[in-house]
């Protein structure tokens, strides 16, 4: 099979890099896990702090067997398929591999693509650059809004609106702005507690 056509199938992907580290963000932030960061996104965030990530032909292109082995040399059992824009590619393949490895998949999504895969943890980041697909809505586990600029609690609120009602709901300050936002974030969920703060701990931990 052409490269092209096993990428296609989702059976090769291009990983732009892989780290077995700590979750620092959201709901299952302090565990450990084996992050896979795909190459490729389409989604544009001006803040973004990947954009390396952006082109997907600057990294290699893997089999899912030679990412699970990557992911299997370590003893936590989390793998965090992130990016780049993961939704980009077919993740059915890698997914059902990586369950059959007894591995618990999570994912972390703007959803700006159809939703594939198979996952235990479906972290859905919308973002205002690039519309998400209808499709996460039903899947997301938990929404987590990246706070940048005051407009975007109304941006919180449109989609916190349309996932499932047991969708964890996030605010997190971004980072360069935390200063300005993170004490309006802590007003807000005081009066909508059906929300939560989440920090990128991270950054204070100078972790990947
Ligand atoms: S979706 Fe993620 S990787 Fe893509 S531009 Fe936005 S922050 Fe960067």
Request: charged share 20%.
């Amino acid at each position: 099979m052409e490269k092209r056509d096993a990428v296609a199938a989702g059976l090769m992907l291009p990983v732009m890099e892989a780290f077995y580290t700590i979750q620092g963000e959201g709901t299952f932030s302090g565990h450990p896990a084996y992050f896979i960061r795909l190459g490729g996104c389409d989604v544009g965030c001006v803040w973004c702090d990947v954009k390396d990530s952006w082109d997907a032909a600057k990294w290699p292109v893997l089999s899912i067997d030679e990412i699970v082995a990557g992911a299997k040399q370590y003893l936590g059992r989390k793998v965090v398929i992130t990016g780049g824009e993961p939704l980009m590619y077919d993740l059915g393949p890698l997914t059902t591999l990586l369950k059959s490895e007894g591995f618990s998949t999570h994912i972390e999504t703007s959803g700006a693509h159809p939703f594939s895969g198979d996952f235990d943890w479906v972290c859905f980041s919308p973002k205002k650059f690039k519309a998400p697909h209808p499709s996460i809505y039903e899947h997301a586990n938990e929404l987590k809004v990246v706070i940048y600029h005051q407009s975007d609690f109304d941006f919180a609120e449109k989609h916190a609106a349309l996932v499932q009602n047991d969708c964890q709901l996030l605010l997190q300050p971004e980072w360069s702005k935390a200063a300005t936002f993170t004490s309006k974030i802590i007003d807000y969920v005081k009066f909508h507690p059906n929300w939560k703060i989440s920090l990128q701990t991270h950054k204070f931990m100078d972790i990947p």
